[in-house]
T-cell receptor, first 112, second 116 residues
Framework: KNEVEQSPQNLTAQEGEFITINCSYS?????LHWLQQHPGGGIVSLFM???GKKKHGRLIATINIQEKHSSLHITASHPRDSAVYIC??????????????FGKGTKLSVKP | GAGVSQSPSNKVTEKGKDVELRCDPI?????LYWYRQSLGQGLEFLIY????????KSGLPSDRFSAERTGGSVSTLTIQRTQQEDSAVYLC??????????????FGNGTRLTVT
């Protein structure tokens, strides 16, 4: 069983729809990342959070530490949001923030 | 620089040859990380540098893999005697410090390595 599970694996939406991508993990963590990978491979860090909720533009990330679950929401989705969204967790409190365990990603396609 | 720069962007090599992959982090970033993304697989951590030292090498898959960082800046990932299973995209990231929620990761575009 993977330590970080994402759902769904693939998601197709119509422009304007509200989108939710889920991430569940089975290990103790000190932080959780949401990353965006566009076709061509470039990765952008969207959020890094350890509790509560963060918002940036149309993107919202929430985390529930007790339930070991995080969600990434996209409001008013647009075709340019089409990408692979990756959840990653940092375990423990020592060491580096870069030693992450990654989910396999959710491929999002937003149709005009 | 404007972002994390990796070179080459693509590398095709024959099985058994050695390869070197380069990463130029964002100027001033003390922390540097290497990751690997194999076809059909998720990302996996390889090694972390803080300055020129590597306090976490736990992700290196075998002793054929090594990395160094000089001057607290450029890093080179070396794979000796490449095997076909080494084929992957190798990604580098940097951050301003090695921890804390105020220092997000900045990724390069990766080097796509193909071992024939």
């Amino acid at each position: 069983k993977n330590e970080v599970e994402q759902s769904p694996q693939n998601l197709t939406a119509q422009e304007g729809e509200f989108i939710t991508i889920n991430c569940s993990y089975s290990v103790g963590i000190s932080a959780l990342h949401w990353l965006q990978q566009h076709p061509g491979g470039g990765i952008v860090s969207l959020f890094m959070l350890s509790s509560g909720k963060k918002k940036h533009g149309r993107l919202i990330a929430t985390i529930n530490i007790q339930e070991k679950h995080s969600s990434l929401h996209i409001t008013a989705s647009h075709p340019r949001d089409s990408a692979v969204y990756i959840c990653a967790v940092r375990t423990g409190y020592g060491g580096s923030q870069g030693n992450l365990i990654f989910g396999k990603g959710t491929k999002l396609s937003v149709k005009p | 620089g404007a972002g994390v720069s990796q070179s080459p962007s693509n590398k095709v090599t024959e099985k058994g040859k050695d390869v070197e992959l380069r990463c130029d982090p964002i100027s001033g970033h003390t922390a540097l990380y290497w990751y690997r993304q194999s076809l059909g697989q998720g990302l996996e951590f390889l090694i972390y540098f803080q300055g020129n030292s590597a306090p976490d090498k736990s992700g290196l898959p075998s002793d054929r893999f090594s990395a160094e960082r000089t001057g607290g800046s450029v890093s080179t990932l070396t794979i000796q005697r490449t095997q076909q299973e080494d084929s992957a995209v190798y990604l580098c990231a940097s951050s301003s410090t090695g921890g804390g929620l105020q220092s997000p990761l900045h990724f390069g575009n990766g080097t796509r390595l193909t071992v024939t």
